[in-house]
């Protein structure tokens, strides 16, 4: 397998990330460890998961299948803080010291170890300076409990304030983003990649599937498939602003090449995510092993200047079809 360069730190990753948001949720505990299982005998090394996922279940989950496999040595181990644990305490949640000090100390127990790979800030909160949260994220690495430090969803120049924050205080910096990325919302191309090539930070993109718009069961002109995210898109005003009927103009074609390919449209799209210039590891979220198969099988799609020119052709570099990436980093700012 091609691993890659997390960043600068000399980490190596595989290009496929195992996302965990279904396990403890969706996923039942035992077809969550055999995912994972299958995943590393893949040769995926590279985890993320989130203490806000199924309100830290996802994070039971993966320590209970780390702990089954004995495999926690060998793989990059991600996790996240920002998100509400608690509704009846309003220090339950944000980018505080004493919300991620506290949060990372729950994550270890949950996932059952004494390290943390990758801590990353899931989402921006302007209301708290960033020197109070890098402060805080500088103790833990030096106090031996996480080792790299990461975002989610942060704009360009939200990264670029950290790293000039962190130079200043002498701390430990941000190595990565997870930004939202697909050929439905390619506008983290116009300033967070190149701001990534230039500092040396990964890029870890989520929904590289476009939350499932991507894999081929969305048709124009037929309704959403019965127990879809998009079957009732009209009732949530973020699922209706990504569902209306640009988005069957990059689904027809990438339909189209990936039956001349003979792969699955979600292969297609997550070779294309897996090849783009600038990033490291695109995340995968399978909730059934299928899924996981089928992702996996993006290893094996090769991507060529034509299919590019093509798929640019529908969604315009730079561009954005359907919104993922979010204009709104307001307090407290959570959307998937």
């Known amino acids: ?30 077809t969550s460890c055999r995912i994972i299982d299958t995943a590393l005998d893949g040769g995926i090394n590279f985890l993320d998961t989130a203490n806000v996922y199924s309100r830290g ?5 993966v320590g209970e299948a780390l702990a089954r496999n004995g495999q926690r040595d060998r793989i990059v181990l991600a996790t996240k803080v920002h998100g509400r644990m608690a509704d009846d305490d309003p220090n339950m949640m944000g980018n505080s010291r004493r919300h991620i000090i506290q949060q990372c100390e729950a994550s270890l127990r949950r996932l059952r170890t004494d390290w943390i790979d990758l801590y990353q800030i899931h989402r921006p909160q ?32 939200q990264i670029m304030e950290s790293l000039g924050v962190s130079r200043e205080l002498g701390l430990n910096r941000f190595v990565c983003d997870q930004p939202p990325y697909n050929l ?67 689904t027809e074609t990438l339909d189209a090449m990936a039956a001349e390919k003979d792969c699955t449209p ?48 529908v969604a315009p570099p730079g561009g954005m079809v359907s919104p993922f990436y979010q204009a709104d980093f307001g307090p407290h700012a959570f959307r998937i």
């Open 266 to 313: 979600a292969q297609l799209a997550l070779a294309w995510t897996v090849h783009q210039p600038g990033v490291t590891s695109p995340i995968i979220g399978p909730r059934t092993m299928d899924q996981l198969e089928d992702n996996l099988g993006a290893l094996d799609v090769d991507i060529t200047e034509a299919d590019r020119e093509r798929l640019d052709a």
């Open 184 to 250: 439905l919302d390619r506008r983290i191309e116009r300033e967070l990649i190149p701001l990534a090539q230039s500092y040396g930070l990964g890029l870890i993109p989520w929904s590289p599937l476009g939350g499932g718009l991507l894999t081929g069961k969305y048709v124009r002109g037929e309704p959403a498939p019965e127990g879809s995210r998009y079957e009732k898109a009209a009732e949530n005003r973020l699922w209706s602003r990504r569902y209306h009927d640009g988005i069957f103009d990059v």
């Open 1 to 30: 397998m091609d691993y890659r360069p997390l960043g600068r730190t000399g980490v190596k990753v595989s290009p496929l990330c195992l996302g965990c948001m279904m396990f403890g949720g969706k996923t039942d505990l035992e």
């Open 57 to 61: 279940e996802s994070e039971t989950v």
């Open 126 to 157: 302007s209301d708290i300076p960033i020197d109070e949260t890098l402060r805080a994220l500088d103790d833990l690495v030096r106090a031996g409990k996480v080792r790299y430090l990461g975002t989610s969803t942060y704009a360009a120049w």
